[in-house]
């Protein structure tokens, strides 16, 4: 079966506008949502640009600031440290890649903890190891959780293997099947006998950044794919997983596009809106 984050995108974005109205309606308050832009990237403004309308179609308020690409990192630093203190701003992100001159870790350091609605910043991540149900988190890890949810896949007792260990994906998501109550393994290029691993998942999520990298011979009859990948080949579009073959083995797979990345976005403004009850104490 094909788990549709498009779909499931949709649904949870309608609930959030529903919130959003009946907080309006009850208090005045709106959630306000700051994002910056470095640069000219291509690909970095068409995200840009659908979460600034995501925004209007939710009833979030959103501030962008579009920077040029020769900005000063002091000057960056200075823009997140007034964007800190804007009492309308609840969120904020700055959206990666920067160019080359620009230090991305100091960056995501200045940005204050309540309104990392990214969820990068390490105190996040600690805080979503140690279970915090109020604490902003990484949005891809968040929104695979939240689609296993909305299909009621059971994680307690299965075995999780998370190819990947980036601080965006892997980790974050290794912390979430673990305060599930699922069995976790962390792979990585470097792993000895991966297909015996990965064999052995009864769920199995792929954040490798390799073109149909996992094949039906790697994969459990029944076991739950999760694909995280996205691979812009002269051929098209392609996950790390080679759907094709995967898909008839797996009782759940994300196809991609479609899967994994609209319920990224949908995070993005579950935190934000989150952030807003957290700062404004409703």
Not at 106 to 125: H, S, T, W
């Amino acid at each position: 079966m094909i788990l549709d984050g498009k779909n499931i995108s949709s649904q949870i974005k309608e609930e959030l506008k529903k919130e959003l109205l009946d907080i309006k309606n009850k208090t005045g308050l709106v959630p306000g949502f700051a994002i910056i832009m470095v640069g000219e990237n291509p690909a970095s403004k068409i995200y840009v640009n659908s979460k600034i309308k995501g925004c209007k179609e939710i009833g979030i308020e959103c501030f962008p600031h579009f920077l040029p690409g020769d900005v000063s990192e002091e000057k960056l630093l200075e823009t997140i440290d007034e964007l800190n203190k804007d009492k309308k701003v609840d969120g904020m992100l700055v959206q990666l890649p920067l160019p080359k001159h620009i230090d991305e870790n100091k960056v995501i350091q200045k940005i204050a903890l309540e309104k990392d609605v990214d969820g990068f910043k390490p105190e996040n991540l600690g805080l979503l190891f140690l279970g915090n149900k109020t604490s902003l988190k990484p949005c891809t890890p968040l929104g695979i959780m939240e689609l296993l949810k909305k299909y009621s896949i059971e994680l307690q007792g299965k075995d999780a293997v998370i190819i990947g260990r980036s601080n965006i994906v892997g980790k974050p998501m290794a912390g979430f099947f673990i305060n599930a109550g699922a069995t976790v393994t962390v792979c990585n290029s470097k792993t000895k006998n991966l297909k015996e691993k990965t064999k052995n998942a009864d769920i199995l999520v792929v954040a490798i950044g390799v073109a149909k990298f996992i094949t039906e011979d790697m994969v459990k009859d029944g076991a739950v794919v999760i694909d995280v990948g996205i691979n812009r080949t002269e051929e098209g579009l392609f996950g790390d997983v080679e759907f094709e073959g995967v898909s008839k083995k797996a009782s759940y797979i994300t196809p991609v596009p479609g899967g994994v990345g609209p319920m990224t976005v949908a995070m993005l403004f579950h935190n934000t809106v989150q952030a807003f009850k957290n700062n404004r104490k409703i």
